[in-house]
């Protein structure tokens, strides 16, 4: 077998027990990142157990493999689950890639519904497929990870993390690159307002913004989003909520036309965002009001995490990448 750790964190899903069954004979280390640990998590002798601080998947891995003595670490999340030839096209992998490799990405695939349109929670599970870098099954250089300072702790959630660090890699001299090995990443079962959850994100982008400048997606290769238009939605309905406020205090008249005008632009934006979500997806009633329920609270939600996430990173300075690969390797 290659000369690697499996580092899985876990918050105790039951997916954690049939992952590791169906790993090989590595060293496996789980962090547990459970906030309370008073009952074990019953894994197999063999697998090694470690306490996690509970501050994110980022905080997790970097325990996992500041402790590894091997030379690669293999990410995994401790919902995918690996192909049958897992093992042997890992060892390829590892085998394959070159001093000046630093990590090496396998394929994954999100299973979706044969019988029906994806759900809105379940396309943005099945980007992950197309996503770089993913640290769902990701395996890197121990060297790579030191050199690039590892993980940032300040961003807590399974969200830009793993891109976040790719970028840092890279910018240590390694390059990156996908293997052969594949893993299924299903589809996890979620409450409807997920959507309205997953926004406490944009506290994280706030940070990348401060951190890499205005063009922060191009540099960390992530897709364009819809902030500016949650901008231009959430402002339109606090001057309408406004405006009409003002009519019900001052009896002007001025104040409903404005409030009109404020309504409509909310409105149409508010559709618009809803119809994008619903157009793709099976169209049926409670998706299809889950959609209308949360595109209005989504825009005002982004941007108020947006505002908090601005304020508490205002003056951050990013991780700097150790740029002498090339004099440690020698």
Known sequence: MADCTVVIPTLGRPSLFSLVDALPAVPILVIDDRPDRRVPLGLPPHVRVLAGRSAGPAAARNVGWQAARTEWVVFLDDDVMPDSDWAPLLVEDLRDAGPEVGGVQARLRVPLPPDRRPTDWERVTASLADGEWITADMAYRRLALRQ????????????????????????????????????????????????????????????????????????????PGRRHRHAVVTAAGAVA??????????????????????????????????????????????????????????????????????????????????????????
């Open 241 to 330: 909520l406004t405006a009409l406020t003002a009519r019900l205090l001052t009896g002007r008249r001025s104040f409903t036309t404005a409030a009109a005008v404020a309504g409509l632009a909310w409105a149409a934006g508010t559709a618009e965002f809803a119809w994008a979500r619903i157009a793709p997806g099976p169209r049926d009633r409670r998706e299809v009001t889950t959609m209308l329920l949360t595109s209005a609270a989504i825009p005002p939600v982004a941007m108020t995490h947006w505002v908090r996430g601005w304020r508490r990173w205002r003056g951050a300075a990013p991780i700097i990448a150790d740029h002498r690969r090339a004099e440690v390797l020698s």
């Open 148 to 223: 690039a300072g590892g993980f940032d702790e300040r961003l807590p959630r399974a969200f830009r993390e793993d891109a976040e660090l790719a970028h840092r890699v890279r910018g240590a001299g390694w390059e990156l690159r996908r293997g052969l090995r594949q893993s299924i990443h299903p589809v996890r079962p979620e409450h409807r307002w997920i959507s309205i959850r997953t926004q406490r994100g944009n506290a994280d982008d706030a940070l990348l913004r401060h951190l890499y400048g205005p063009r922060w997606r191009s540099v960390l290769e992530i897709p």
